[in-house]
């Protein structure tokens, strides 16, 4: 018998939560093959199995949390055969609930030592075994007979109702009336809530504006896209162009790219520039790294390769540490002004904005210019009014003059 434990994931991260189970008691698993994913607070991780065999139990159920080095499955040896026969009741049941039951066996050793066959999730095992309630004797609202924690519960607390009059099985999002609905939040979209209330606890938070007109940038990127693409094999976005000048704008203002630790200023000399990426389960961080030494071909590659991992809920730990400073463009769902919070312990997140047609003066002439608005989000307790502002002006005149980012690439 093998166990399937919850494996060292990071140094940060001591526990996570079962997001789902893609093996099931009873179903054959190949030595190496993905048993289980857990979601942690950064990214989702899959569990392989050390031995081959039949999984035997499984220990946790799909949203319970569980910790590093915890017993999740076992795994024993066996071809894995289908279920057991069911009693002479069960199979006297219509053929349609035959079919749609699962087919893995659900034995179980009850008190007396009698083999108890009753189909119920894990987490409804457990809530049994601790109340003293035989599985067997609970009423499942579920169709298809599958016992899970709600219905435990109901039969501790009340007289068992007729099936007719059995309550419809609650989803994750609980109801309650009709008026309101009760969705648990995912364990990252709670890290994401903890950790931003303590950005803006811990940090002297400001935000400083400026707009840049993106006429240069946009014709630039118009005329050589298609040679790009030819070239390179990726298609030139405005976010290289941002990096870019992110990155020397970064140069010449050291402590927007350093962070507090104590008493101490911690001026980092890499350019690791973290791209958020919306995602399902919400925003990630993912870093481009290095990206002082990438040219735009390189870092339009990172961040396109990063985008569909993010979405494809397959970042790893090292793809979300070690950033220095972050973009984040609202402007891809139409936000024309916000104030990013800062990303961790960084001083500085710069957010990009929707490009909108304005009239703007240009000399004594008023003409209709593609402008952006652009905010830097920074800590106050290390970057003063000075640096906030000449960073920020720097990326605009970057963007507004690209050819000198080609030339400086």
Not at 101 to 130: H, N, Q
Not at 236 to 259: D, H, Q
Request: net charge negative; proline share 5%; hydrophobic share 40%.
């Amino acid at each position: 018998m093998a166990e399937i434990r919850v494996p060292e994931l990071a140094e940060s991260i001591t526990e996570g939560t079962i997001a789902r189970w893609l093996k099931q008691p009873g179903e054959t698993v190949e030595k190496g093959e993905f048993i289980v994913e857990l979601e942690t607070d950064k990214v989702n991780v899959e569990v392989i199995s050390e031995e081959a065999g039949v999984v035997q139990e499984i220990l946790a159920a799909e949203g319970d949390t569980v910790e590093v080095g915890q017993v999740i499955a076992t795994v024993g040896a066996g071809s894995g055969a289908p279920a057991a026969p069911a009693p002479a009741a069960e199979q006297a049941a219509p053929k349609a609930e035959e079919t749609a039951a699962p087919a893995a066996p659900a034995a179980a050793a009850t008190e007396e030592g009698t083999a108890d066959r009753t189909i119920a999730s894990p987490a409804a095992r457990k809530l049994a075994r601790e109340k003293g309630i035989d599985l067997a004797a609970v009423s499942p609202v579920d169709p298809m007979g599958r016992v899970r924690v709600q219905d435990v519960e109901a039969h501790g607390t009340a007289p068992k109702a007729p099936a007719a009059a059995a309550p419809a099985p609650k989803a994750a999002a609980q109801q309650d009336d009709g008026r309101i609905t009760r969705e648990k939040m995912t364990r990252r979209r709670q890290t994401i809530a903890k950790r931003l209330l303590e950005v803006k606890q811990s940090t002297a938070m400001l935000t400083t504006f400026n707009e840049i007109d993106m006429t240069n940038v946009m014709e630039l990127r118009s005329r050589k896209k298609d040679q790009f693409f030819e070239q390179n094999d990726v298609r030139l976005g405005f976010m290289s162009f941002f990096t870019k000048a992110v990155v020397a704008a970064l140069k010449k203002y050291p402590y927007v790219n350093s962070e507090i630790d104590g008493d101490e200023i911690l001026l980092k000399n890499y350019y690791d520039i973290g791209i958020a990426v919306s995602t399902e389960g919400g925003l990630v961080v993912p870093n481009v790294v290095d990206a002082d030494r990438k040219n735009f071909a390189e870092i339009e590659a990172s961040i396109g390769e990063l985008a569909v991992k993010a979405r494809d809920n397959k970042l790893t730990i090292a793809d979300m540490t070690g950033g220095s400073f972050t973009i984040t463009n609202g402007g891809v769902f139409g936000s024309l002004m916000s104030t990013p919070i800062l990303n961790g312990t960084q001083v500085g997140i710069l957010g990009m904005h929707t490009i909108q047609k304005r009239p703007v003066a240009v000399g004594d002439q008023i003409e209709i210019r593609p402008m952006m608005y652009v905010a830097l989000s920074y800590d106050h307790r290390v970057i003063d009014g000075k640096d906030s502002v000449g960073f920020l002006k720097m990326v605009k005149e970057l963007i507004e003059n690209p050819e000198d980012l080609l030339l400086g690439s």
